[in-house]
Antibody, heavy 121, light 109 residues
Framework: QVKLQESGPGLVKPSVTLSLTCTVS?????????WGWIRQPPGKGLEWIAN???????YYNSSLQSRVTMSVDTSKNEFSLKLKYVTAADTAVYYC??????????????WGQGTQVTVSS | DIQMTQSPSSVSASVGDRVTITCRAS??????LAWYQQKPGKAPQVLIYSASSVQSGVPSRFSTGASETGFTLTISSLQPEDFGTYYCQQANTFPPILSFGGGTKVEIK
């Protein structure tokens, strides 16, 4: 069974860089999928953050692009997110995801369970 | 980036009712939408992607369509287990930039 598992600090202070990692189990990250991050602030909707391909090609939400970096480590079968200069507005559940892009669209076909990140001093 | 406007933001309906959720895009779309269901405290799960591709295990009462007003997700006969929040999502195949609608909370009367 394919599984995505997020890891990282649950609490970070304002202005620091948030680092999250997603470990993919029972499936090769070098397969023909994109891998992404999506977040959900408390009581609000979903916000796509970024996608990465195993080659290292990255695609970012334009509203977050200046603060976000995604990377992939194929040897560890994991990918990561760094978000700089966090504020309280970055408090959210962060999901890692597998993104399937077919002929007609891209969609998330597999989600991690999500990890709560709170930004507070 | 394309912005997705979803309506209504919430709906309360009875078991057996027909429920329709609509998504409109800020600009013309070159791809079909995906639709997700999210239960409280859980990650979303895809229901339908592309024009007629239904995720395995999704009941046939869920269907999608397109009209002059946008793309729709219809639940033909609402069931108690259909409560939750539904999201539309748009993305062209390349570059893989995703945009989610604001969500529609479905409650059972």
């Amino acid at each position: 069974q394919v599984k995505l598992q997020e890891s990282g600090p649950g609490l970070v202070k304002p202005s620091v860089t948030l680092s999250l990692t997603c470990t993919v189990s029972n499936y090769s990250i070098t397969s023909d999928y994109y891998w992404g991050w999506i977040r959900q602030p408390p009581g609000k909707g979903l916000e796509w953050i970024a996608n990465i391909y195993h080659s290292g090609s990255t695609y970012y939400n334009s509203s977050l692009q200046s603060r976000v970096t995604m990377s992939v480590d194929t040897s560890k079968n994991e990918f990561s997110l760094k978000l700089k200069y966090v504020t309280a507005a970055d408090t959210a559940v962060y999901y890692c995801a597998r993104v399937d892009c077919s002929d007609t669209t891209c969609y998330v076909d597999l989600w991690g369970q999500g990890t709560q990140v709170t930004v507070s001093s | 980036d394309i912005q997705m406007t979803q309506s209504p933001s919430s709906v309360s309906a009875s078991v057996g009712d027909r429920v329709t959720i609509t998504c409109r895009a800020s600009q013309g779309l070159r791809s079909w939408l995906a639709w997700y269901q999210q239960k409280p405290g859980k990650a979303p799960q895809v229901l339908i992607y592309s024009a007629s591709s239904v995720q395995s295990g999704v009941p046939s009462r869920f269907s999608t369509g397109a009209s002059e007003t946008g793309f729709t997700l219809t639940i033909s006969s609402l069931q108690p287990e259909d409560f939750g929040t539904y999201y539309c999502q748009q993305a062209n195949t390349f570059p893989p930039i995703l945009s989610f609608g604001g969500g529609t909370k479905v409650e059972i009367k």
